[in-house]
């Protein structure tokens, strides 16, 4: 099946050559599932494929996304041939620094497979790394929360993601909650443990560019960074996403029908063509997250609408200021539901 999703991947880039109209990718993301599962050989036949049918002679930044048990030894250094491609971030999905925090959230690793997969990947010497981490457990006490942020710290980590813990229903931690065998979370914990995540960014240097994005000056990652400002993505594989500036699509999720469907010629996707106003609104939500504010330019044909709407909005969420709305710490917290209240009606 392996070999089968390859060659399926490998036509995908072709059949979406022109799906970015000749703009160079200057960032490369290969996440999900597929790092664990692909040889390095796997990887440069891709990326020579992607070369093929795209400009990448700017690519600027290269992730690979990853769990700590898949960076053995073997697998790092395998990797580390890809560098000639570019290569030159890891995003590692740490969770947490305390095993009863990854236990709770059925994690496959534990906590010293964590610390020796960050430092396994800076002795093979990339600086850029990313971690994950999760707050707003049951069992993560705000000192273990801290505690987590000063390891992330003292291991001179540059990037941080993190995330309250969200219980998507139908997975086994939420038939856990439902039966009792396991504690819900509490939003008031999740609250706190966020209003500390930003404080340790205040104190330690950390850019809060994006509402769970964090990063030493100069070490913000590009392909977040693109994201949340709307620059023209390519997605590719089952459950990927792309969008052009006004077109959005996302691939079948399904691995068989995937194979199946491009092994015929065609990429199984849905798509979208955006409205003026749904890209404005996508503008509201991704901006408004981030240190770089939502322009209020954005409003330049719909002042009344936006001044109404700002009256609906707790003044202490937000401040505005040469020419852009920023969230503040507290707005912070609303952030989904301030974008709601801004949003234009079609």
């Known amino acids: 099946m392996k070999e089968d999703f390859v060659i399926a991947l490998l036509r995908e880039i072709e059949l979406s050559a022109g799906y970015l109209k000749g703009e160079p990718i200057t960032t490369i993301y290969f996440g999900g599932g597929t790092p664990s599962l692909l040889h390095e050989d796997d990887f440069t ?119 309250a813990l969200t219980v998507e229903s139908k997975t086994t931690l939420a038939k856990k909650i439902k039966k009792g065998e396991a504690v819900d979370t509490n939003d008031d914990n999740t609250s706190h443990q966020f209003d500390m995540l ?55 999720s399904n691995l068989k029908t995937y194979i199946d469907s ?8 849905e798509e979208e063509l955006l409205t003026p106003i749904q890209r404005t609104n996508e503008k509201i939500m991704t901006s408004l997250r981030t240190m770089w504010g939502l322009p209020l330019a954005t409003f330049v044909d719909h002042q009344a609408s936006f001044t109404e709407s700002l009256q609906e909005i707790d003044p202490s969420w937000y401040l505005i200021k040469e020419g852009s709305i920023y969230l503040t710490n507290e707005g912070k917290h609303f952030a989904d539901r301030i974008a709601a209240t801004l949003f234009l009606e079609e």
């Open 262 to 269: 491009i092994a015929k010629g065609s990429i199984p996707l």
């Open 45 to 163: 036949r891709i990326l020579l494929q992607l070369g093929r049918y795209h400009d990448i002679s700017k690519l600027e930044e290269f992730t690979i996304e990853t769990n700590p048990d898949d960076l053995t030894h073997e697998k790092l250094t395998g990797l580390s041939t890809l560098t000639r491609f570019g290569l030159n971030r890891f995003s590692i999905g740490v969770q947490s620094f305390h095993n009863e925090d990854l236990a709770y959230m059925n994690r496959a690793h534990n906590a010293q497979e964590a610390l020796d997969a960050i430092k396994r990947t800076q002795d093979k010497g990339f600086e850029l790394l990313t971690i994950d981490l999760i707050y707003g457990t049951p069992t993560m006490t705000h000192d273990k929360w801290a505690e987590n942020l000063e390891i992330a710290k003292g291991l001179n980590v540059p990037h941080l993601s993190s995330y």
């Open 198 to 252: 930003m404080q340790f960014a205040r104190e330690n240097n950390y850019d809060h560019y994006e509402i769970s994005n964090f990063a030493l000056p100069g070490k913000h990652a590009i392909h977040n960074t693109n994201y949340w400002r709307g620059v023209p993505y390519l997605g590719l594989g089952p459950s990927a996403h792309s969008f052009d500036g006004t077109n959005r699509r996302w691939n079948v």
